[in-house]
Structure formats: structure tokens, C-alpha cells
């Protein structure tokens, strides 16, 4: 199965603004929404954001009013932009269609937000 393929930054300071994309290479037939994830160490993975089909948006609480979703359907790319990190954000992010297609996971990028 072709996987989705994330890609950003990998050390950010604390309050730094990376953008990570995503390239889908499923067909979006079907899918609802797509989200953006992460697993920190030791932690289970997370659902932090997602947008529907419409374009609503959806965020847990940790990163609202800091992160921002957005498609860009000709390039098959979701992006997650991260404003105003905090060294709690340190994850491997992930994107997949929510809920998650289990066979399509990436490998993720890793994010560390350190001084």
C-alpha cells in the first residue's frame, strides 16, 4: 500500500513557526476528513487537527489558536502550519484521513522543539 509521505523541520526553537506537508497519494474518494497527528515518546498518537471535506476545522485544545490546516488539492498536499511552539509540541507528526486509514501510515517527521 503506498503510505502518505510527511515532511517539515525537525528542531524548532520555542516559539518558532515551521510548516509541515503532507503528500497524499490516495485517491480522496470517500474520504471525509484529513487530519494531522502526533506521537510523542512514551505517549499514544494523537489527533491534533483535522478539516472536512467543507473546510471546517477541528482542534484539541493544546493547539488551538497556534496551529492551522489547509489543503491543497491539486498537489494532493495537506499542510499543517505550527505558530508559537512550545517544547510540548515535541512529536513525530503524521497525517492521514481521520478516521485513520491503519494500512497508510507514513513515517512521519519528527519535531523538536528545543532551545
Known amino acids: 500500500q503506498v503510505q502518505f509521505v510527511e515532511s517539515g523541520v525537525g528542531l524548532v526553537q520555542p516559539g518558532g513557526s515551521p510548516r509541515l506537508s503532507c503528500l497524499n497519494p490516495?485517491?480522496?474518494?470517500?474520504?471525509?476528513?484529513m487530519g494531522w497527528y502526533r506521537q510523542a515518546q512514551g505517549k499514544q498518537r494523537e489527533l491534533v487537527v483535522r478539516i472536512a471535506i467543507d473546510g471546517r476545522v477541528t482542534f484539541v485544545d493544546s493547539v488551538k489558536g497556534r496551529f492551522t490546516i489547509s489543503t491543497d488539492n491539486e498537489k494532493n498536499t495537506v499542510y499543517l502550519e505550527m505558530n508559537n511552539l512550545k517544547p510540548e509540541d515535541t512529536a513525530v507528526y503524521y497525517c492521514?484521513?481521520?478516521?485513520?486509514?491503519?494500512?497508510?501510515w507514513g513515517q512521519g517527521t519528527q519535531v523538536t522543539v528545543s532551545s
Open positions: 490516495r485517491s480522496t474518494v470517500g474520504i471525509h476528513y
Open positions: 492521514n484521513s481521520n478516521p485513520p486509514a491503519q494500512g497508510y
